[in-house]
């Protein structure tokens, strides 16, 4: 498993870090994706001695159509980081299986591969020496933090910002923030006329994150602040008591607390989500809960994206979202290259429909499901 990787992956946005993080706190994003994930990492070989800074290896051009504009983008990755590459691979492959469903887009791809956030700005130079006009990358906060204060050139990248890019810059961020999800779950409990749900939250700081955003998008929409409970210690009068007056339930809870707390919960109550409760073999009791996910695994026959290759490996659901992620990164980017106005764009991806917006925080709409109707 992989709780080395939860140290690095703490500065994501949502989660944690890599796939083993039983016993490690949990930080930040696409960090959750890996949280879940089963899949043995092998450890590096012992006394194995560290690779080069930042390796940046050019990707096969492909050619230019006649009278074409070509683009040349920098994807900057940690592929050479003992932490972070198996991930890092999972998002390229994306990619990569993005760029190949489009093989007359003249467009030439150079990689540059990372071993940790220190070397952002070496391999983001390198880029620009190899002609890069437009970067992707990289996946951790605070390497995208370092890197959207630094670059001159248009950039996507693949985690959140906290603070805005430098004014004039064209840096855009994508991101799978879990977080992100709340506005369009309260927007589904209020389309079903639901008028008093009930929260509920554990310590963990993934919850706390969801709690927070459930509550500051529910306050405008609403007269009452969103009655909240701590299921850490449940107490099942206190439920009782809450339920009492709640006409449905929010689990701010990733996909095992959620299964567990659903089971102390009438069966009619209705019960509402996020993308964490998604997994491949939900457990029974959690049939029937309203969540949102990406178009990559609730819309497979989307018509923007499913001339794009699935994955060749068996990868989980949460790792699979890496792998999205890297679809929409590709796509995104030919997007925003091309374009004169970032605001206009509408894109469907496999992550969401993207759109751009106002801001440099590339938005993201999914479609919604119930848990039953799509494992």
Request: charged share 15%; glycine share 6%.
């Amino acid at each position: 498993m992989i709780k080395r990787c939860l140290h690095v992956l703490a500065p994501w946005v949502s989660g944690t870090a890599v796939l083993l993080a039983a016993s490690v706190a949990i930080a930040q994003s696409p960090g959750y994706i890996l949280q879940q994930n089963q899949l043995q990492l092998q450890p590096p070989p012992a006394g194995k001695a560290a690779s080069s800074p930042a390796v940046a290896v050019a990707a096969p051009v492909v050619a230019a159509r006649p009278g074409s504009k070509s683009l040349h983008i920098g994807l900057l990755l940690p592929l050479a980081s003992p932490q972070l590459k198996e991930a890092a691979q999972v998002v390229k492959d994306g990619f990569d299986a993005a760029a190949a469903a489009n093989p007359d887009s003249s467009v030439q791809v150079s990689v540059s591969s990372l071993e940790d956030d220190s070397k952002v700005l070496d391999g983001y130079r390198q880029l620009a020496a190899q002609g890069a006009s437009f970067i992707v990358g990289p996946l951790t906060r605070q390497g995208a933090a370092n890197l959207a204060q630094e670059s001159k050139l248009p950039t996507l990248v693949l985690n959140t910002l906290d603070k805005a890019p430098p004014a004039g810059s064209k840096v855009w961020s994508l991101t799978l923030a879990v977080e992100t999800e709340a506005p369009q779950i309260v927007r589904l409990l209020r389309d079903d006329g639901r008028q008093q749900p009930l929260l509920l939250f554990n310590g963990d700081g993934l919850s706390q994150r969801l709690r927070q955003a459930f509550a500051e998008f529910w306050v405008p929409r609403g007269a009452k602040p969103l009655a909240e409970l701590d299921i850490s210690n449940p107490d099942g009068d206190k439920l009782n008591a809450a339920l009492a007056s709640s006409d449905a339930v929010i689990l701010a809870l990733d996909s095992k607390e959620a299964a567990a707390t659903r089971a102390l919960l009438p069966p009619t109550m209705p019960v509402y989500a996020s993308s964490l409760v998604n997994i491949q073999q939900p457990p029974a009791v959690m049939q029937g809960v309203r969540f949102v996910d990406m178009p990559w695994f609730l819309m497979p026959d989307h018509p923007e994206t499913r001339g794009i290759a699935r994955p060749t490996s068996n990868l989980t659901r949460a790792t699979e979202r890496l792998y999205a992620l890297g679809v929409d990164a590709y796509r995104l980017a030919v997007a925003l290259a091309g374009s004169k106005n970032a605001a206009l764009i509408k894109l469907g991806g496999a992550t969401g429909d993207l759109r751009i917006g106002k801001g440099w925080q590339v938005q993201r709409e999914l479609p919604s499901s119930v848990v039953g109707n799509t494992q």
